[in-house]
């Protein structure tokens, strides 16, 4: 159960420390306008790679059968990671840094998207007492130590969590047999399975636009905590998924 779930949390984790602690950009702002381009580029092309890749793979291929995307995808975070952190306030460029995050927000993709492979192939069941409080653990966990530890070590620790996340998933599957992915519905079940899922994303997406569309009109200087409320705010979200479970 804790490989099962620490996986997939560490990459959530990776994601809330590069995005929401401004201590890992040294001499540039976190709502820099740099820094809210490769934001948004990378919301963008994770959104776009999750949703086209498993259209490419259609039914019957799976990432999972190349075991070296596990790594390679992890690494790929790892060095985009550390590029959008110490390279972007450095060169005070874009391009450089959009590169960098369109490169890795498609292996995280990947990375998410093997765990989902891995997860399918296990029939089991998930409940919130376990899932939630492990998450918010790890994601508080991740937060705290990048706003404590000093730079450039707060970036190397955030850059060393897809790997880790990446050695758990190449640890579970080479311990685990062939993997079994279970029959598919009929075509029916699944359309109106899908419709359900759709309208879901379609509601939690113009919600999520809303709210960060109300924030984007605030003036920075308006914030109670400056950059740091998206801190707080990550935080804060950390410690309710704990409480929940």
């Avoid at 955030?158 to 279970?182: E, M």
Wanted: net charge neutral; aromatic share 12%; glycine share 6%.
């Amino acid at each position: 159960a804790l490989t099962l779930y620490v996986g997939i949390a560490l990459s959530l984790g990776w994601f809330y420390c590069i995005w929401f602690v401004p201590e890992v950009f040294q001499g540039i702002e976190l709502l820099d306008w740099n820094i809210t381009v490769l934001w948004l580029t990378s919301l963008g092309v994770s959104a776009a790679a999750m949703f086209l890749i498993p259209l490419a793979l259609r039914e019957k291929r799976h990432l999972i059968a190349h075991r070296s995307l596990v790594w390679i995808s992890g690494i790929t975070m790892s060095v985009g990671s550390l590029i959008v952190m110490m390279g972007t306030p450095i060169m005070r460029g874009i391009w450089s840094g959009v590169i960098a995050t369109v490169l890795m927000s498609v292996a995280s993709a990947v990375l998410w998207i093997l765990w989902g492979e891995y997860y399918t192939t296990l029939r089991v069941s998930y409940f919130v007492e376990q899932v939630a409080p492990t998450v918010g653990s790890v994601v508080l966990g991740s937060i705290v130590l990048a706003i404590v530890l000093p730079a450039p070590v707060n970036c190397i620790f955030i850059a060393s969590l897809p790997i880790l996340s990446s050695w758990l998933l190449f640890s579970v599957l080479r311990k685990s047999p062939k993997p079994d992915f279970p029959p598919l519905l009929p075509k029916p079940e699944r359309t109106v399975s899908m419709r359900s899922i759709l309208i879901v994303c379609g509601i939690a997406a113009g919600a999520s636009s809303a709210c960060y569309f109300t924030v984007a009109i605030i003036p920075v200087w308006d914030l109670t905590w400056d950059s740091t409320s998206f801190t707080y705010g990550a935080i804060v979200g950390s410690i309710v998924l704990i409480l929940i479970g």
